[in-house]
Every structure is written in structure tokens, then in C-alpha cells.
């Protein structure tokens, strides 16, 4: 059976909003002969950052698979896949944040992020944990929900502000 897990809500939720808070004001602000063009640059980099942010992991009974756009693509991001069997272990590096991020490390010696910004994630982890044979109550998200959380209401603050000094 086929799982999808797509990108985490509070972690599109903060980025598309620190994003509008930090670019609202651009088109208002900008000098008549570059309104066309502020419009244009601003709704494309909306485009952008929704679609950068629409990456998903599937599973299945034989393999795990990270998607991600076109877009992300021409900037580097790449797809992967692996067959379950083909897991050796699941590394954890320290982050300078303190935070620890997780490698799947095969057989043949490469690793691939797990991704630790995902829905449903505790079933994702029971998913991966079944299938590798690993047990893996460690992993975590990567940061709080909380500080995603946080970061979307002082984006909405900002943008409500925004909104607030223009029609006044």
C-alpha cells in the first residue's frame, strides 16, 4: 500500500507567511514605472516559494521516495529512492543548532536526509522502523512545531501591521 507524506502545514504555513509578510509592502512601495514589474516579480516569487514547498515522501511495501517539483529540481533539489532492503542504518548527526538531523545509510555507502518535516509523522516513523527492522524512537522533527507555529503568527502580526499602516 502506497503512503504519501506531504510537507508539514505549520512548515508551509510559516514560510508562504514570512514570505508575504516580508514582500506585501513592495508593489505599495515602489515607484510607479516598477509597479508592473514589482507585481509580476512578487506574484512569481509566491509561485516559487508554494511550490519549493510541496516536496512529499512515499512509502510502500518495497521502497521509500522523496519527490520534489520541477522547480526545486533546477535549483538542485534532487529525487531519491530506496528499496527498504537496501537500508544498512539510520545515522544521526548533531546540527549547530542542537538539533539532530538523520541519514538513511545503505549498503553501498550513500545517505539521504530522512525527512523530518513531514505529516502523520509518528506513523511515518513506525512505517520506516517496520520496514528497516531499526528501531527508531529517537527521531524526531527536526525543530519544535512550536517555533513554526510562532514564526506563521509573527508573520500574520506583520503582514495585520502592514495592512493596518497602508489604510491609515
Known amino acids: ?13 510559516s514560510l508562504i507567511s514570512l ?19 514589482s507585481i509580476i516579480t512578487f506574484v512569481l516569487g509566491l509561485y516559487l516559494i508554494i ?11 518495497n521502497k521509500i521516495s522523496y519527490k520534489t517539483s520541477f522547480i526545486c529540481k533546477t ?6 529512492e530506496i ?23 545503505t549498503y553501498e ?12 509523522f509518528e506513523k511515518f516513523v513506525l512505517i520506516v522502523s517496520k520496514n528497516t527492522d ?9 525543530s519544535p512545531l512550536w517555533t513554526y507555529k510562532l514564526l506563521t503568527f509573527l508573520s500574520v502580526l506583520m503582514i495585520v501591521g502592514e495592512l493596518f499602516a497602508f489604510l491609515n
Open 1 to 13: 500500500m502506497i503512503e504519501k507524506f506531504k510537507t508539514l502545514f505549520f512548515v508551509k504555513s
Open 19 to 37: 514570505y508575504l509578510a516580508l514582500t506585501i509592502p513592495i508593489p505599495f512601495v515602489s515607484v510607479d514605472s516598477l509597479k508592473i514589474i
Open 51 to 61: 511550490n519549493i514547498t510541496s516536496d512529499y515522501v512515499e512509502t510502500c511495501d
Open 75 to 80: 535549483f538542485g533539489k534532487k529525487n531519491w
Open 83 to 105: 528499496s527498504w532492503k537496501d537500508i544498512k542504518l539510520i545515522k544521526s548527526l548533531p546540527t549547530s543548532q542542537g538539533s539532530k538531523v538523520y541519514y538513511f545509510n
Open 109 to 120: 555507502g550513500e545517505n539521504f536526509l530522512v525527512p523530518q518535516r513531514v505529516e502523520n
Open 134 to 142: 531499526i528501531a527508531i524512537d529517537k527521531i524526531s522533527y527536526i
